[in-house]
Structure formats: C-alpha cells, structure tokens
C-alpha cells in the first residue's frame, strides 16, 4: 500500500498550517515530556502557540492522506501538522481535515506529492 504525503516547502508551513485549522474537523494539541511520561498527553497550549514553537524550533511538518480507512468503518481524511524536535517537552499539534478540504489546500498552495511504499 502507498502512503502519500504531500511536501510542505519551508516557505508556506505557516500559511498551510494556518489555512488548515480554519477548516478542521477536529484539531488537538498534545505535548510529550518523557521526564514525566513516555506518552503523550493533551496540552494547554493553542494551536496558535503549537505552531509558532514549530515554526520557531527544529519541527517536523506533515500533510498525509489517509484512506483506505472506509474498509474499517472510517471516513478517509487528512491528518495535517507539526511536532517540535527538541528537549523534552515536545509540542505536537494534529489537524484533521476532509478529503474536499484537503485537496483544496493542496490546490490552493500547489503542494507535490511524495510517494513512499510501506
């Protein structure tokens, strides 16, 4: 099965990000500290807040279909989003988007495919 991912240049991680919580269906923020745990667990901060720690530290940034989830009673939809890549703690923010949405970001900023087979 492929999982497609789409690349977000350096240059448009705000913009894409920030578009993509005006549509969400559903946005968490969550932090991971492993000298209290090694799970994650839900965070105070904002979206908002999330997104400038990304954008500000070492982050990792994703935008990825996921589908083939109807065959286990789930809608296919888009998980978009960041996690911070320092010191514990690590901020991590998920942004659920529908697949009409999705695409329409993907569109709206012209963002390529990677393709990756697992």
């Known amino acids: ?4 991912q789409y690349d977000i240049p350096k ?3 705000k913009s894409v990000i920030e578009d993509a919580l005006e549509v969400s269906f559903l946005t968490e923020t969550d932090e991971l500290d ?10 105070n901060k904002t979206p908002q807040e999330v997104l400038e720690l990304c954008l500000s530290k070492s ?6 279909l996921k589908d ?17 890549l320092t010191a514990s703690p690590d901020y991590f923010l998920f942004i659920s988007l529908s697949i009409e949405d999705g695409n329409k970001l993907i ?9 990756y087979e697992r």
């Open 34 to 43: 492993c000298n209290k745990s090694f799970s994650r667990y839900s965070s």
């Open 11 to 13: 240059n448009k991680r």
């Open 1 to 4: 099965m492929a999982r497609t």
């Open 59 to 64: 982050a990792h940034f994703v935008f990825i």
């Open 107 to 115: 569109k709206k900023h012209d963002l390529k495919k990677m393709n």
């Open 68 to 84: 083939e989830r109807e065959q286990f009673g789930e809608k296919d939809y888009f998980d978009v989003g960041c996690s911070t």
